[in-house]
């Protein structure tokens, strides 16, 4: 199995515009975890779904983030428009629902200047 | 409600010494447990889990943890440090929804 794959790995953008992260779980998996990391705070989550759907979004920082997950293969986190204080790396985690171990991706490391 | 504290945020050892990561947890039911490692700008790798078996939990790298009840705790050993360990080491504790709180992290050091 290839992973949790997420896209793009780096990314720089300037303050003000959208940024969208992508993730594909593992084939299988029907939990889909956002997070963010940062030196300051450590690793916060941010937003979790079970099979597509939303469950609690009660870290998304405020309604400049979204998160999307149009199908069990793909999510997205958008943030729009972006700030400085953004800049984070962004880990997509699956897992298969009642067994709970979490499978991470790479990261996607966001710079915000 | 749920948490985890991690008791040190850094902890130094020597190569070929024992390590000991602290975790106590707090849950209102029986949880599950996790030990994740993260190695400098890499995800987060599963090390081992405890799900309600065997309390004394044995994972990859030659690292295991056990599960005390009565201290609430998961803290994490193994018997010889491996310049390769150093790296970032989070206890994780899950509810019966999946929903997982991470502890803050311990750094560890190895020193040749």
């Known amino acids: 199995d290839a992973g949790v794959i997420q896209s793009p790995r780096h990314e720089v953008t300037e303050m003000g515009q959208e940024v969208t992260l992508r993730c594909k779980p593992i084939?299988?998996?029907?939990?889909l975890f956002w997070y963010r990391q940062t030196m300051m705070r450590g690793l916060e989550l941010l937003i979790y779904?079970?099979?597509?759907?939303?469950?609690?979004d009660s870290g998304m920082p405020e309604d400049r983030f979204s998160a999307k997950m149009p199908n069990a293969s793909f999510s997205t986190l958008k943030i729009q428009p972006s700030e400085p204080r953004d800049s984070a790396v962004y880990f997509c985690?699956?897992?298969?629902?009642?067994?709970?171990?979490?499978?991470f991706g790479p990261g996607t490391r966001l710079t915000v200047t | 409600a749920q948490s985890v504290t991690q008791l040190d945020s850094h902890v130094s050892v020597s190569e070929g010494t024992p390590v000991l990561l602290r975790c106590n947890y707090s849950?209102?039911?029986?949880?599950?447990l996790f030990w994740y490692v993260q190695h400098p700008n890499k995800g987060l790798q599963l090390l081992l889990k405890?799900?309600?078996?065997?309390?004394l939990v044995k994972g990859i790298n030659g690292f295991e943890a056990e599960f005390k009840k009565s201290e609430t705790s998961f803290h994490l050993t193994k018997p010889s440090a491996h310049m390769s360990d150093a790296a970032e080491y989070f206890c994780?504790?899950?509810?019966?929804?999946?929903?997982?709180?991470f502890g803050d992290g311990t750094t560890l050091t190895v020193k040749p």
């Open positions: 985690a699956s897992s298969l629902k009642g067994v709970y171990e979490q499978y």
């Open positions: 084939s299988g998996h029907n939990s």
């Open positions: 779904f079970n099979n597509n759907v939303p469950i609690d």
């Open positions: 849950s209102s039911y029986s949880p599950s």
């Open positions: 405890y799900t309600s078996a065997a309390t």
């Open positions: 994780v504790v899950s509810d019966d929804a999946g929903k997982s709180t």
